[in-house]
């Protein structure tokens, strides 16, 4: 079977969001251990130094050096393992929930935009393309029933709770007293095309921008440039599309570029120190000085503020119900990411 550039792309999508674990396993020769025990399942030394090779390539995928990178990863083990004793803590409630059959049908809904997104005719042809190229599509499903899993129990357990706890009273008392956060600001509904740095000779790179640029501004296709030349993991999803933002929300390394831009119309490229990134304004709305009441913004304005606090107490909540156990060389860095003050969860293991 012919494997197409946008079966490549596709395939670089999944590496770099999902990275499978027994991918990474693969490469690493290691006598396993158990780290930490929560409930009846383990997280072990090889599932640890998989997760840490993963951050590490994602940080040079964004630009470090791979002994810069390591050297950030290394410096937080500890939060690593103390993340993965959450990441497992919420899969065992999703398990408890019982979202499996809703999270399996995400995840073959995302197989199925796959694959019409790429005009393949069966889910066989998805896998036989991905196979071809070194992976394995049930890596890629059990990272993302990890993913999902979580989304589930947070949307149900946290996010709709505090979504709906405030009162009609509340609601109007948040509105007058922040009437300004809800006046409509102007917005720019901006794609972009980014060329990263990383493992290029950098001046090369920014020819290329240059060259983008010049084809764009001389009538050729964005999506098709977009997705042949942009080095964004989804691109292939977005076909270059980076959404609406509010004018005034912008980062001045972007908003002075396109300040001037019209509808339709492109940037210079613009250097940043991981790449260079090229702009198109697709869209523009003005902003108004009136407050405008809306219920639904209210309430999402109240959850972005409460959110962070509700989702911590709910994993204090999972921690101080669970049986957490950490291995005695290990407790020192986990503990202080974990729950410094609660010794009823965190054991020595002898």
């Not at 079977?1 to 670089?12: D, G, K």
């Not at 709906?164 to 972009?192: C, D, G, H, L, M």
Request: with cysteine; aromatic share 6%; net charge negative.
């Amino acid at each position: 079977m012919r494997i197409t550039n946008s079966i490549l792309i596709l395939v670089a999508v999944l590496l770099i969001s999902c990275i499978p674990v027994s991918a990474q396993e693969s490469e690493l020769v290691v006598v396993d251990e158990v780290i930490a025990q929560i409930n009846d399942s383990v997280i072990t030394l090889s599932q640890i130094r998989s997760e840490m090779k993963s951050a590490v390539d994602g940080l040079v995928q964004q630009g470090k050096s791979e002994s810069e990178a390591k050297a950030m990863v290394d410096g937080k083990m500890g939060q690593l393992i103390a993340n993965l004793i959450t990441e497992e803590l919420l899969l065992q409630r999703g398990k408890e929930m019982g979202v499996e059959k809703a999270v399996e049908a995400r995840i073959n809904q995302q197989f199925l935009e796959r694959m019409r997104e790429f005009d393949l005719k069966s889910l066989d042809d998805l896998y036989e393309a991905m196979r071809q190229q070194g992976f394995d599509p049930e890596d890629i499903r059990n990272e993302w029933r990890r993913r999902f899993t979580q989304d589930e129990v947070w949307r149900n357990q946290v996010d709709s709770v505090v979504y709906w706890q405030s009162t009609s009273k509340e609601i109007k008392e948040y509105y007058n007293k922040n009437a300004e956060r809800f006046k409509k600001p102007a917005t720019v509904t901006i794609s972009e095309i980014f060329l990263s740095f990383a493992g290029r000779d950098k001046d090369a790179v920014i020819e290329k921008a240059k060259e983008i640029t010049a084809r764009l501004r001389g009538g050729a296709d964005f999506e098709q440039v977009a997705i042949e030349s942009s080095d964004r993991p989804n691109v292939s999803e977005t076909k270059g599309k980076a959404g609406t933002f509010a004018v005034t929300e912008l980062d001045p390394m972007f908003a002075k570029p396109i300040e001037r831009v019209k509808v339709g119309g492109y940037t210079d490229p613009i250097e940043m120190d991981i790449g260079m990134e090229i702009i198109r304004v697709d869209e523009r709305t003005e902003g108004s000085d009136e407050a405008h009441f809306n219920e639904a913004a209210v309430r999402n304005a109240i959850l972005q503020e409460k959110l962070p606090e509700a989702r911590k107490k709910y994993v204090e909540e999972l921690k101080d119900d669970a049986y957490i156990k950490i291995r005695e060389s290990y407790r020192a860095m986990v503990l202080p990411h974990l729950n410094p003050e609660d010794k009823k969860t965190a054991e020595v293991s002898k």
